[in-house]
């Protein structure tokens, strides 16, 4: 059975995320900014997709109450945010995951209530023919009992842009007071890139959107290298939004980790470390720069300490000193 780690006030608190200054990339002209994800409930950018396409599929009556069972492959925020708030609303939720992604993302999931499937992908699930054994698993599952399961499909599904250009793009364009220059995230499905893009060029078609994707053969959980894997449909139907792309080595974003938490007191996750390496490589002298940190740094200890990113007592002490973690209990 489900463990009730959460209740429902907390669905009302996904979005509304902090936009915090970084020093150490900010100077004379020129501001940057971390839009911090991990203050969703559930502790990442993926809380809002998860929210938006459960709500849609309530919305077209395919969800039914404590009967439908949701099923999503996953390298693992989707899975978090999933099984959290479908936990809420009564829904039980299967969860296919890489087993590279990290053991504390498995554990939280299970402690969610989710049912695991673990398949010998790569970090992420890759879209494209025969590389894609996660996503293979979840639609033949959901397709076997299409009266019990709905997978929501994150990598094609609409409500993943649409809770982005309603709500992240907004905010951005609101907390940085139609100021922002240039946008930057990593890349996963395409829905947080387009849907915040989407709605920033709307409101200034000068605003620059910059991707940023890992080296291929990556460690960084939750986006995608374009070489080893097919572009999601998704980020197709919009990737004309994406003005410039910088590739980031494994080594810097883990040495973005510790430069953040040295520098700007912050402990964040690795794909928060690329966005920043690629912030860094930016070199403005003017202007406002906008990077999304999708997740903070508490889940993935094994992963700082097997990299040689923090020893275990650095960890901790990270842990301790780092400014702005949200009091999500179950990290
Ligand atoms: C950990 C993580 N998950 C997901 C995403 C983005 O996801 P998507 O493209 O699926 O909206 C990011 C983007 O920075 C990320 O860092």
Redesign the pocket.
């Known amino acids: 059975m489900a463990t009730k780690v959460v209740d429902d006030k907390l669905l009302k608190k996904i979005g509304n995320t902090p936009l915090v200054r970084l020093d150490s990339l900010s100077s004379g002209l020129a501001n940057a900014y971390a839009k911090l994800?991990s203050h969703n409930p559930f502790g990442?950018?993926?809380d809002r997709?998860a929210y938006w396409m459960i709500k849609d599929g309530e919305e077209r009556g395919i969800l039914k109450k404590n009967e439908s069972i949701i099923i999503e492959p996953t390298?693992?925020?989707?899975g978090i945010a999933l099984a959290g708030i479908a936990n809420l609303l009564g829904y039980k939720v299967e969860i296919v995951i890489p087993e590279k992604a990290s053991e504390e993302t498995k554990k939280v999931i299970e402690s969610l209530g989710a049912k695991l499937y673990q398949t010998s992908d790569d970090l992420c699930p890759k879209v494209g023919a025969g590389t894609d054994q996660s996503i293979a698993l979840a639609r033949a599952i959901s397709q076997a009992r299409p009266d019990l399961y709905y997978m929501p499909n994150?990598y094609e599904n609409e409500a993943?842009f649409m809770g982005?250009y309603k709500g992240t793009g907004p905010e951005i364009w609101k907390q940085t007071e139609g100021k922002i220059t240039h946008f930057l995230?990593?890349?996963?499905?395409?829905?947080?890139?387009?849907?915040i893009s989407a709605y920033l060029k709307e409101q200034n078609p000068e605003v620059k959107t910059i991707a940023?994707q890992p080296q291929q053969n990556h460690l960084?959980?939750?986006?995608?290298n374009f070489v080893e894997s097919d572009k999601?449909v998704?980020?197709k139907k919009r990737e004309n939004l994406v003005d410039d792309w910088m590739t980031i080595t494994n080594e810097e974003s883990f040495a973005s980790v510790v430069r953040i938490f040295e520098k700007d007191r912050l402990l964040v996750?690795?794909?928060?470390g690329?966005?920043y390496a690629a912030m860094e490589k930016l070199k403005i002298d003017k202007g406002c720069v906008v990077g999304?940190?999708?997740?903070d740094g508490r889940k993935f200890k094994s992963l700082y300490v097997q990299q040689k990113v923090f020893t275990d007592e650095q960890f901790e002490k990270a842990l301790k000193e780092s400014k702005y973690l949200s009091d999500i209990s179950f990290l």
């Open positions: 994800e990442s950018v993926k997709a390298s693992g925020n989707t994150q993943n982005h995230t990593g890349v996963g499905t395409g829905g947080t890139i387009t849907g940023v960084i959980q939750g986006l995608r999601p998704l980020f996750g690795p794909s928060s690329a966005v999304i940190f999708a997740d």
